[in-house]
């Protein structure tokens, strides 16, 4: 028996079971056409870059010896690092870095893949989580330059490391939910691709990636309200010290992060078709 | 029979269906579209409907907002197994956006939609091609985007090349391709994905002739098998040689629909003009004024028989002319027809049979103000019969056009037998008495 399609103007929230269960058959269905867009993008990606997978390496290490050198010259003044300042910078970059490609990269990769959405019916979660699979071997690339720093400068690692990726998914995650979440407005307008960038520097502004975080003041505030900060500083402490600062605000940003994902995703669902309807005509 | 028409009776419905199961593989009920042609409005009104969808639902979907227009207006069609539909109507009638709710990629405003079985856009020819990979990479990138299984890519893979003819360039990358190269590959990719359902926009002049011939050879396999098409092409003569039903569109609206002759018909005397006569064998033309015209004008496409007398009947075999009539509006020199005849129906018609060229003969005509009629005298009609539709221009030096007739549709008759063959070849018999036999020794004179 031939599967069979019903296109109707009904909304699908009517339908909440069907609904729920075509994201599901639809997520399977696009694991192996994630994986093949996957190698796609990654073989493109540094196929025509001269420094190839150098590429992941040199954000981290220029922010770093940036900061190392600005902070020597007293520059400006931050408080004491659990670990030495050049790691301490070079590992939140990293980190920071894969939170903004997972932000970055939905909106991206649904712009790039305007035509083939206006052309052919398949499923958009490959398109996700093509870019998510992308995020992961990227980060993979920076664990080498991770695993050196951490010889070189001799950072103590607990036990605790193991669960460190754990807390990098959770960081993955909040970043895709606002990628998902701003990926369809994207295709439409293109002031979201034009103020991602702005909006991610002010971001990592008020996120502890470059200084430890601030206890005081009206700024000391503003960042425990970041909801990266708990994210990306448990990620850093289970890979080092081992003691966490943040473990509430931690599970409190999980803990939401995937219930959002799970609405963002039937939010995009939903929005897709409109998008593509008013992008090509 | 594809479709079959609200109004038509019920008998001719079931004579016309072959298949026992009349299950259709697709049907639209009532689906209507409505568009948007100020961007920031239509983006504005996208926003806004994934809003109303997003809190349950859009009321009043079936209603215009301010500067929207109907895209596609209560269409209802059915098409079943093995049977193919061609789309026809002008430049926005609403053809591609119909194929693409059909394919699930837009949401109707009213109506429904219902798919049963794979389908297959061949709407999309490379999509998802990255210009940097390879050929093989993007085989593999591309068929998993039309849903297929890596399995099932590689058990294809060898048919894909094979077929696109590029086995020498499969692993450069496809940016070194030719563009009737990269056109080959996204179509292989497209056509082995085994649907089945095809829809078809507009893709099928990718290649040269000889590629373009083997496409329609698949399609025809395709169907065979019983997969069943939507096709949508100006060229009524694709149309005519594929489907055996057709759709005609009017901004939105449909006009007619049913047995492909009628409707390709219909379409082309809306398109030219409403007042062409057409008759058995001849096609007559209303006159154009002179700002209508570029210089010179059919008005009359007919034939003449053996004595110069008008005729309707053709016969395989008999000395006859194809005429035209024609007005010009100033003194042109160097003015040469071209003619170009493909077959109607079955199999081999992907091609030509006959294209005659006054510019290959070197035969060009000066024309005064006023009629004049061209004649193309054939001392023997070497078609055999059928049914045949000319394309016919009048030209200037090759690269201005005058005039074009794109579909002049004609029948051949035979007197004689030539059935089982693809042309009539002048012949005699003749029965010569030996009187010396000839030796194979014997030089020969």
Redesign the interface.
């Known amino acids: 028996m031939p599967p069979e399609f019903v296109y109707t103007p009904d909304s699908l929230l009517r339908r909440p079971r069907f609904l729920l269960w075509t994201m599901w058959r639809d997520l399977l269905a696009s694991r192996e056409l994630a994986w093949r867009l996957m190698v796609r993008d990654i073989s493109a990606q540094y196929r025509q870059a001269a420094l190839g997978i150098a590429w992941a390496f040199i954000p981290p290490v220029a922010m770093a010896v940036g900061f190392t050198l600005a902070k020597d010259a007293n520059v400006f003044t931050v408080g004491e690092t659990d670990i030495p300042y050049p790691a301490f910078v070079m590992f939140n970059t990293a980190l920071w870095q894969t939170f903004v490609d997972a932000a970055t990269g939905p909106v991206q990769a649904v712009i790039i893949a305007k035509p083939m959405l206006a052309r052919v019916n398949f499923p958009r979660e490959a398109i996700i989580l093509a870019k998510l699979g992308e995020v992961g071997f990227n980060f993979g690339i920076k664990l080498i330059l991770i695993v050196g720093l951490f010889l070189f400068f001799r950072v103590p690692v607990s036990w605790t490391v193991i669960l460190a990726p754990v807390a990098l998914i959770h960081l993955v995650l909040l970043g895709t939910l606002v990628g998902i979440l701003l990926a369809p407005i994207g295709v439409l307008y293109q002031d979201v691709s034009k103020s991602l960038n702005m909006i991610m520097g002010f971001w990592l502004f008020l996120t502890p990636v470059i200084y430890p975080v601030p206890t005081e003041g009206a700024f000391g505030m503003l960042v425990s309200l970041n909801p990266v900060a708990p994210l990306l500083v448990t990620t850093r402490e289970l890979a080092t010290t081992g003691v966490l600062t943040e473990a509430v605000s931690f599970w409190v940003v999980s803990g939401l992060t995937l219930l959002g994902l799970l609405l963002t995703w039937i939010g995009f669902r939903i929005a897709m078709p409109y998008v593509v309807e008013r992008v090509t005509s | 029979m594809t479709i079959r028409l609200n109004t038509e009776s019920l008998t001719e419905s079931f004579m016309a269906t072959p298949e026992p199961d009349s299950q259709p593989?697709i049907s639209v009920e009532g689906v209507s579209k409505k568009?948007c042609r100020d961007l920031r409005r239509?983006?504005f009104?996208?926003?806004r409907?994934?809003a109303a969808?997003?809190t349950?639902?859009?009321p009043h979907?079936d209603r215009l907002r301010p500067q929207e227009f109907w895209?596609l207006k209560d269409i209802s069609f059915q098409l079943h197994r093995g049977q193919a539909v061609g789309l026809v109507g002008s430049n926005g009638a609403g053809k591609s956006?119909l194929l693409?709710?059909?394919?699930?990629?837009?949401?109707?405003?009213?109506?429904?939609?219902?798919?049963?079985?794979?389908?297959a856009?061949l709407?999309?020819l490379g999509?998802?091609f990255?210009p940097?990979?390879t050929g093989r990479?993007?085989i593999?990138?591309n068929m998993?985007?039309?849903?297929l299984?890596?399995q099932q890519i590689k058990q294809r893979f060898h048919e894909v090349v094979e077929f696109a003819e590029i086995e020498d360039a499969i692993d450069a990358p496809v940016q070194t391709y030719s563009s009737g190269m990269a056109a080959r590959l996204g179509f292989a990719c497209a056509i082995y994905t085994e649907p089945?359902i095809l829809l078809i926009d507009e893709v099928l002049a990718v290649g040269d002739a000889r590629f373009k011939a083997k496409c329609y050879r698949r399609l025809y396999e395709l169907r065979q098998r019983g997969v069943a098409f939507i096709l949508v092409n100006h060229n009524s003569q694709a149309i005519l040689n594929i489907c055996d039903q057709a759709i005609y569109l009017t901004r939105g609206a449909l006009v007619t629909q049913g047995e492909v002759n009628a409707v390709v018909d219909h379409y082309e005397r809306d398109l030219f003009l409403n007042s062409i006569e057409r008759s058995e064998n001849r096609m007559v033309f209303p006159p154009k004024a002179a700002a209508e015209s570029n210089g010179i004008d059919f008005r009359d496409l007919f034939f003449r028989d053996g004595d110069g007398q008008l005729t309707q009947t053709l016969s395989t075999g008999e000395p006859v002319s194809l005429c035209a009539t024609c007005e010009a509006h100033d003194s042109y020199s160097g003015v040469a027809l071209d003619l170009r005849i493909a077959k109607v129906g079955g199999i081999e018609s992907a091609g030509y049979v006959l294209s005659l060229r006054g510019q290959n003969d070197d035969t060009f005509f000066h024309l005064s103000p006023g009629l004049a009629e061209i004649r193309l005298q054939l001392p023997y009609l070497g078609l055999v019969p059928g049914v045949y539709s000319a394309q016919i221009r009048l030209r200037k030096d090759a690269v201005y056009t005058f005039d074009v007739v794109e579909s002049f549709r004609f029948t051949v008759t035979s007197r004689q037998n030539v059935n089982k063959c693809q042309f009539y070849q002048p012949h005699s018999w003749a029965l010569v008495p030996v009187v010396t036999p000839v030796s194979a020794r014997q030089p020969l004179p």
Do not use: H, M, Q
């Open positions: 593989v568009f239509s983006l009104y996208g926003v409907d994934i969808d997003l349950g639902g859009r979907s895209a956006t693409r709710i059909i394919s699930g990629l837009i949401k109707p405003d009213t109506g429904r939609v219902r798919v049963r079985g794979r389908l856009p709407i999309a999509a998802g990255n940097i990979l990479e993007n593999y990138a998993s985007i039309l849903g299984t890596t089945n």
